[in-house]
């Protein structure tokens, strides 16, 4: 978690697209805390599954800045990689510090988000990770070794397939 610094607060950057790495690395270069939540996904590429780790919010980050130094916020826009600070008419809008808190509870030390809750049997999931991204399916049961095994509806038949907590997300 990133310690911040009384007087400053976070506010909400758009950044071009796929240059979340651009923009993260220019801010911080300049000083800037900059906090970027990730989450891992898989897609099909070219006939193979690929798992990357993707913006949570795509196209924005959050930055930590002080909002009584103008000429601090104008740098952020001229940073390579964004696109500009959020405003709501001709000044920066900070978002609230416990919701960009409760994110970073969230994340892991590299800032890629942590599954909420346990899931329980019966729960209906989505999977995010592997060959099944994408399906939906029901916890059937949580092994000790915390691989959790659900049931997934393939041609009319249900499969049964092991995944790790990571891999699941709500439906």
């Known amino acids: 978690m990133i310690d911040l610094d009384p007087g400053k607060s976070w506010f909400l950057t758009q950044f071009k697209p796929n240059s979340h790495r651009i923009a993260s690395r220019n801010l911080a270069r300049q000083g800037f805390p900059v906090f970027l939540p990730l989450q891992r996904t898989t897609r099909r590429a070219g006939g193979r599954f690929v798992t990357q ?18 000429e601090a916020w104008r740098a952020i826009n001229a940073t390579p990689g964004v696109t500009r600070l959020v405003t709501l008419g001709q000044t920066p809008t900070p978002v609230p510090n416990d919701l960009v808190t409760e994110l970073m509870r969230r994340c892991d030390h590299e800032s890629v988000l942590v599954p909420a809750t346990p899931h329980a049997p019966g729960d209906t999931v989505t999977l995010s990770c592997g060959p099944f991204s994408d399906f939906i ?13 659900v049931l997934l509806d393939i041609m009319g038949a249900q499969t049964r397939v092991a995944v790790s907590a990571g891999d699941l997300g709500t439906a």
Do not use: M, N, Q
């Open 137 to 149: 399916a029901t916890v059937e049961s949580i092994a000790a070794d915390r691989r959790i095994w």
């Open 53 to 70: 780790l993707r913006p949570l919010f795509p196209g924005y980050l959050f930055v930590a800045l002080d909002p009584k130094r103008g």
